[in-house]
């Protein structure tokens, strides 16, 4: 059931909901009504629109949400978070509190999906401990595949058997970075647009995070050593019938970027019909 209601007491009958709502379920007749549930995309927007907080949906209480009007982020900000993101790759030897990975995970479901599928899964290693073990399993595998000579070809060989070299050698943790927390995103095969999906997600908690003070960095490295070991993504819990997104490790960052870098201009395609 939806739990779609109205507050008549609130409700001015302006139909802002029946306009905005993506899937044509909500019709007017004195006030807002619910007209075909199966076809609810279930995204909220009624609730979000209403002005007067007077739709219900899902049990979800409009005066606990954010009012956007004042607290939305200033553009300035946004720019200089965005222009100042940087790929971090020295960590501090230290875990993060739960408490501040919970809230990033938190915020990062809120990323868009296809069809408001919402099947993202965050596979999220919390403890550095974890990650370690981790990470000799990868080193095993790949080490062993090396001297077996079945490394592919191409950069992703040359990647994966320099890390293997660099941790044995130097100690040098070329996987994760020295990172101590992985994220991993994968959807189910059969979701309207997994691969979309996962990375949006990832994007959203990458920014989140970096306002946060936590740095973060693209994981290519891992996601080509668990494409040679399949059998890693049963192990980390990730459903088999689910679709590996990308990768990001994340901790706290052991280096402090001063200034935004200095990009452009952008290749820009402009359409002339």
């Excluded at 790929?87 to 479901?109: F, G, M, N, Q, T």
Aim: with cysteine; proline share 6%.
């Amino acid at each position: 059931m939806l739990q779609f209601h109205i507050d008549e007491e609130r409700c001015i009958q302006c139909g802002e909901c029946v306009l905005e709502c993506p899937a044509g379920v909500i019709a007017m007749e004195d006030y807002p009504e619910m007209i075909n549930e199966e076809g609810c995309f279930q995204c909220q927007h009624c609730l979000a629109v209403c002005p007067t907080a007077a739709v219900s949906i899902l049990g979800k209480n409009p005066d606990v949400s954010t009012v956007l009007q004042g607290n939305m982020p200033d553009p300035a900000s946004l720019v200089t978070l965005i222009k100042g993101r940087r790929a971090v790759r020295r960590y501090r030897d230290k875990d993060l509190v739960p408490e501040l990975i919970d809230e990033l995970l938190e915020v990062s479901c809120h990323a868009p999906t296809g069809v408001n599928a919402r099947s993202v899964l965050f596979t999220v290693v919390r403890e550095r401990a974890v990650l370690d073990e981790l990470r000799e399993y990868l080193i095993s595998r790949i080490d062993k595949q090396k001297e077996e000579g079945k490394l592919p070809e191409g950069l992703v060989g040359k990647y994966l058997g320099w890390s293997v070299k660099a941790w044995q050698e130097e100690g040098k943790d070329i996987i994760f970075r020295g990172a101590p927390h992985l994220l991993i995103t994968s959807a189910p095969a059969d979701a309207p647009c997994p691969d979309q999906d996962c990375l949006i997600a990832l994007t959203t908690f990458q920014l989140i995070a970096h306002a946060k003070g936590v740095g973060t960095v693209w994981d290519g490295i891992c996601m080509m050593a668990l494409g040679l070991c399949p059998e890693v993504a049963g192990k980390l819990g990730i459903p088999e019938n689910h679709t590996l997104g990308y990768a990001i490790a994340f901790g706290d960052p052991a280096v402090e970027y001063l200034r935004t870098v200095q990009r452009g201009p952008a290749l820009v395609n402009v359409v002339k019909w």
